[in-house]
């Protein structure tokens, strides 16, 4: 392929691509769907489940999550130090750990990912505990007053009852937290020592201690394709 | 559809959706175009119809740039208050502005996200000055380092001279430079008072002074189909 030959079939207009050309060319509508519940929920599997089943039908689709968020865009000083060979300083100011204002801006930082990639025609699948009201409100608020026009944001509340994601716990955390807790030292942990709170008006309420990932997963897609997100 | 029909058609594999599946079911392989040059030197004009004829192609490819990126991910402490009801302490400590820390600090913002986009199997291009040739190797190397498998980081630097980017100085830049540095008040303005370290080993180099954006686009699509990334 020479350059000279492709030059003729490069067409193209004035400034950006719209939203309606992207959704026609892709196929597909971005939108958000917002995992929030307790650890142990069900919200990673869930996600990862929704994610594979999207793909296979041909829809770009990404999970956010721990794994690929909180270890890079907001990694932590230690992690930036180092691994990245960042400034201490630059570290400590940028670099979120876990007090109530580093969390929130762990949840605004990612909201703001899922905007882009759903603004992009992408299935934004985001997997976080994120316990609080205002701060996934806040999420909803800037899908809502995007400036390429308003992306659908779906809340998916998670709603296993705490005794079964105490049960299954399956990183230890909660026997952790537990732990602190009886030795008086808080750890702060979502649903032990620091609270949860539901959402008002969440999209769907899916219980995992009473629901299969395959019945999950087959309403959310007939969730999306009911609001023609997917067809 | 009722979600009963639906269940019986939902299958997946337990974890992630692997690199390769991603790759097979998009028809597409992630990467990142990062285009680096001086204000006026073609960045944005060059990304915005790459990406369009990449979408126009049913590649999905997305535009990160100063746009949706600073005024959302990187907003400055006065945007984050003003719009988002922000606490001040916050804004302060999160927001960028535009000292060396917070420059450097939104490039690696930048390049996380990028990096997130392109291993979701999406283009993404980034369209900064990114002056700072440590900043723009950090953004490579977490490219290369990714998790899931190395991510092609194609650098394209737009070395466009400056004379010609000044001439053009679409946004009244240089100008408004120009003027505080005579006044004695550098705003500290790359390629005026603020360095622009030239890659060392950029994938492209581009002048807009010199070749049309047809042909500058022709240029990137032949290089992504030689190194396999589009077909």
Known sequence: ?????????????????????????????????????????????????LEQVLIQRGHAAYVLDGDNVRFGLNAGPKILVETRGYAESAAKRFGLGFTA?????NIRRIGEVARLFADAGIFALTSFISPYRKDRDAARGIHEKNKGGAIPFIEVHMSTPIEVCEQRDPKGLYKQARAALAAGKGMGFTGVDDPYE??????????????????????????????GIVV
């Open 1 to 49: 392929m020479s350059s000279e030959i492709k030059a003729a079939q490069v067409t193209w207009h004035e400034g950006s691509v719209t939203r309606e050309e992207r959704e026609r060319l892709l196929k597909q509508r971005g939108c958000t769907v917002w995992f929030t519940g307790l650890s142990g929920s069900g919200k990673s599997t869930l996600a990862v489940a």
């Open 101 to 105: 204002e580093d969390r929130e801006e």
């Open 198 to 227: 539901p959402p008002a008006h969440p999209e769907l309420t899916i219980d995992t201690g009473k629901t299969s990932t395959r019945d999950a997963v087959a309403s959310l897609l007939a969730f999306l394709h009911q609001r």
